[in-house]
């Protein structure tokens, strides 16, 4: 068995040497590359790095494209390995069979073959390991590098950095502040322009492929493609960032508990009114933030403004682990099977997307010691054929095979999260508590489970018809939208909100336990490091 799972994760690799170093190897096979990237500040700029790292060795970058984490990262369409065009990843802490080179700085990585070519470094950006440490002489310059790792691992105290500093959308020269005081205001503005433009089509994939490695260059660049393209201006979204804040402040939506801060959900959000930090903005004494998301994810955070952000003796990370350890008991008797991830990673792949596949279920589960296999290496042969299709293109036969490849829950949270003492993510929870489809009727819905009762709505309410038409529309609502259409059909169906009624457990109570937990165990560690 072992043997053959190391042949279906290695079938496809070309590149026999494993290391960055063998660039001499890789460079004698392709001449043109394909760089994927994480949409972000450092995954822009690693970008650009390793496009002019592989021009060093005669390699063409011809193509570069964004990837996200989640049902986005089996959404991109299938590079090919066996072609001409090198695919390459970076920043990134997920593996994919396909890619020949990964190169990543945080602290695990997951789902990365044998004979990858990686470059694991940790480290406070990834583009500080190819700038400095891989290529034989500095892309970027140090400035940059500071500003850009800064940005990344928000080490905002040791700069004297305010919130304000961060949201800003607009640079401009001001002589009172020294250079290198300069050059991150600029960083600062970069960053804040890259996510707020960064899902019009093409911008992030033109940046990489026409920008030089320069936060400058980088600036410029950035401006000339918003005008020329006509995207929102700064007025505009600084309007819509102060309009966040305000909504922010609601005791209902943020709500702060001791020196925690707590929130289920982002709000509605317009273009350039986010920020990840506003909790902080809107409560500076706070210490922590604990954030839900519907998507399956909680996330906790110091804060980044703070001396001494991490409270001596209080390890986010190590929260993490315990809390855990303290639901292992409900985690470890849900089975997870290969069917329901390969579903639920899919929700928003088309056809000649790269999807879930065998190869991918392996990489990432196949150490952890609840993987299981029913039906040995005849069904792994099966798998690695069929696995390929998409799982709204199997028939119901195909799906049912899907279903004799097994993890428990704990351990596939456990594959998806990650952190340490300043952040950590404990993600994964959208895979349990799952219903079946294994039929052709349900296929192809995109609607999450919790937003069922509003897709299948049959009633007279006009107002609730009317959110029907927009979920089906978008494949998505706001907090509140979904909110008031759910208390409107409640109140049709008699349905009474006062928790006596016993109800099927969904992912979504999963994930708003999970973050009171992390919350009571984070004030259990501040009270004990108080006395």
Do not use: W
Request: charged letters at 30%; glycine letters at 6%; one cysteine or more.
């Amino acid at each position: 068995m072992k043997n053959l799972i190391k042949k279906i994760l290695k079938e496809e690799s070309l590149i026999l040497e494993s290391g960055i170093r063998d660039m001499n190897a890789i460079a004698k096979r392709y001449k043109k590359a394909k760089i994927y990237f994480h949409e972000d500040l450092d995954g822009v700029t690693t970008a650009i790095a390793m496009k002019k790292y592989l021009e060093g060795y005669g390699i063409k970058v011809v193509d570069a494209e964004q990837i996200q984490y989640g049902e986005k990262e089996f959404a991109i369409k299938k590079p090919d390995a066996k072609g001409d065009v090198m695919p390459v990843l970076v920043d990134f802490a997920h593996g994919k069979p396909m890619f020949e080179i990964h190169t990543d700085h945080h602290d695990t990585q997951a789902g990365v073959e044998a004979d990858t070519a990686t470059s694991f470094r940790s480290a406070r950006s990834n583009v500080e390991t190819i700038s400095q440490v891989l290529s034989p002489r500095a892309i970027f310059n140090d400035d940059d590098i500071i500003l850009i790792s800064t940005v990344d691992s928000a080490n905002f105290v040791e700069h004297k950095i305010t919130p304000e500093m961060v949201m800003n959308f607009l640079f401009s020269f001001d002589k009172d502040q020294s250079l290198k005081r300069n050059k991150m205001l600029l960083g600062l503005v970069v960053n804040k322009l890259i996510l707020a433009y960064k899902n019009y089509p093409g911008f992030l994939n033109r940046l990489v492929l026409e920008s030089q490695p320069s936060i400058l260059n980088i600036l410029t660049n950035i401006r000339k493609f918003a005008l020329e393209g006509g995207y929102i201006s700064i007025e505009d979204m600084k309007k819509n960032q102060e309009d966040y804040i305000e909504s922010r402040k609601d005791v209902d939506k943020v709500k702060v508990t001791g020196s925690i801060i707590s929130q289920y959900g982002l709000g509605s959000m317009k273009k350039g009114s986010y920020d990840r930090y506003t909790p902080f903005r809107n409560n500076p004494n706070a210490d922590f933030l604990v954030t839900a998301l519907p998507v399956g994810m909680v996330q906790a955070s110091c804060n980044p403004y703070k001396e001494g952000r991490a409270l001596k003796g209080v390890n986010l990370g190590e929260i993490k682990d315990e809390l855990l350890d303290r639901m292992s008991s409900e985690l470890e008797s849900l089975t997870i099977t290969f069917g329901d991830i390969k579903r639920i990673s899919e929700m928003k792949a088309e056809q000649g997307s790269v999807g879930f596949t065998i190869k991918d279920m392996i990489a990432i589960y196949g150490e952890r010691p609840s993987f299981k296999i029913d039906g040995g290496e005849k069904l792994l042969e099966i798998l690695s054929n069929i696995s390929s299709s998409l799982y709204k293109r199997l028939s119901p036969k195909q799906r049912q095979l899907l279903e004799r490849v097994t993890v428990s829950g704990l351990d596939v949270i456990k594959a998806n999260s990650g952190g340490h003492k300043c952040i950590t993510n404990i993600s994964g929870i959208n895979f349990l508590y799952r219903k079946k489809y294994l039929g052709d009727e349900d296929v192809n819905t995109n609607i999450p489970e919790e937003l069922q009762p509003i897709a299948n709505y049959a009633g007279s309410n006009d107002f609730v018809k009317d959110i029907k038409s927009k979920l089906l529309k978008y494949g998505s609502l706001s907090d509140k939208q979904r909110d008031a259409a759910l208390r409107q059909i409640s109140k049709e169906n008699g349905i009474t909100t006062t928790g006596d009624e016993q109800t099927d457990r969904t992912y979504v109570d999963l994930i708003k336990d999970i973050q009171q937990g992390f919350i009571t165990l984070l004030q259990e560690k501040i009270d004990a490091e108080s006395n």
